[in-house]
């Protein structure tokens, strides 16, 4: 059977990698583990390390895109799984219903995204457009997105688009219980508004760029 190449990038995030690595490490899916630590300022280098990772670290802080680049680049295996460092509840069941869908080939790109508490919203989710780190995909997928594109929080609706304009088959579900660390906890409250306002000014730019323009 083929195997998997788990890429995560991760800025500052090592309060929470660790365990991360070690749920994607455990599951016999996985061949890799890469964190792309970019531009980190704690011990998130360590962490990933200690924890079984292979760590490339990038010196300057170039964003999520091209971190998850060097990732890929750096990945042996065709089918790459993207996981976000900051995860909770996360568990060798929810990292098999993100890989197996791509890996039996059953789809080109499939998610995983987070429940809501709110059960009208998690039937709602999967009709918007993904946005969402934790997917897996095979590296013809990536290669589809131009490098234009692979700039911070742009680069899921970029693979949106660009693996559905190649009709690729794309497919997402909403896992119950499985979430992350919103920024406002990670980073204080005006700080973290802050970073989800310039997270969310990158999604919506690249929305209307693509499909408007």
């Given at each position: 059977?083929?195997?998997?190449?788990?890429?995560?990038?991760?800025?500052?995030?090592?309060?929470?990698?660790?365990?991360?690595?070690?749920?994607?490490?455990?599951?016999?899916?996985?061949?890799e583990?890469?964190?792309?630590?970019?531009?980190?300022?704690?011990?998130?280098?360590?962490?990933?390390?200690?924890?079984?990772?292979?760590?490339?670290?990038?010196?300057?802080?170039?964003?999520?895109?091209?971190?998850?680049?060097?990732?890929?680049?750096?990945?042996?295996n065709?089918?790459?799984?993207?996981?976000?460092?900051?995860?909770?509840?996360?568990?060798?069941?929810?990292?098999?219903?993100?890989?197996n869908?791509?890996?039996?080939?059953?789809?080109?790109?499939?998610?995983?995204i987070?429940?809501?508490?709110?059960?009208?919203?998690?039937?709602?989710?999967?009709?918007?457009?993904?946005?969402?780190?934790?997917?897996?995909?095979?590296?013809?997928?990536?290669?589809?997105?131009?490098?234009?594109?692979?700039?911070?929080?742009?680069?899921?609706?970029?693979?949106?688009?660009?693996?559905?304009?190649?009709?690729?088959?794309?497919?997402?579900?909403?896992?119950?219980?499985?979430?992350?660390?919103?920024?406002?906890?990670?980073?204080?409250?005006?700080?973290?508004?802050?970073?989800?306002?310039?997270?969310?000014?990158?999604?919506?730019?690249?929305?209307?760029?693509?499909?408007?323009?």
């Amino acid at each position: 059977m083929f195997k998997v190449s788990v890429v995560i990038p991760a800025f500052n995030e090592a309060k929470t990698i660790g365990e991360v690595v070690r749920v994607a490490k455990n599951c016999d899916l996985v061949s890799e583990v890469i964190v792309v630590n970019d531009g980190s300022t704690d011990d998130t280098a360590y962490e990933a390390s200690a924890s079984g990772a292979r760590v490339i670290t990038l010196n300057l802080n170039r964003g999520k895109a091209q971190a998850m680049d060097t990732g890929v680049l750096a990945a042996k295996n065709d089918i790459i799984c993207f996981l976000d460092a900051d995860l909770k509840n996360f568990t060798n069941d929810v990292l098999r219903r993100i890989i197996n869908p791509v890996l039996e080939s059953r789809y080109d790109m499939y998610a995983v995204i987070f429940g809501r508490k709110i059960p009208g919203l998690n039937w709602l989710t999967p009709h918007l457009p993904i946005i969402g780190g934790n997917r897996a995909l095979t590296k013809a997928v990536w290669q589809l997105v131009p490098k234009e594109y692979k700039i911070k929080f742009q680069i899921e609706i970029a693979l949106n688009y660009f693996a559905h304009r190649a009709g690729k088959k794309c497919g997402v579900e909403v896992f119950p219980g499985f979430s992350q660390y919103i920024k406002e906890q990670k980073y204080g409250l005006w700080r973290g508004l802050w970073r989800r306002t310039k997270m969310n000014w990158d999604v919506v730019w690249v929305f209307v760029r693509l499909y408007f323009f």
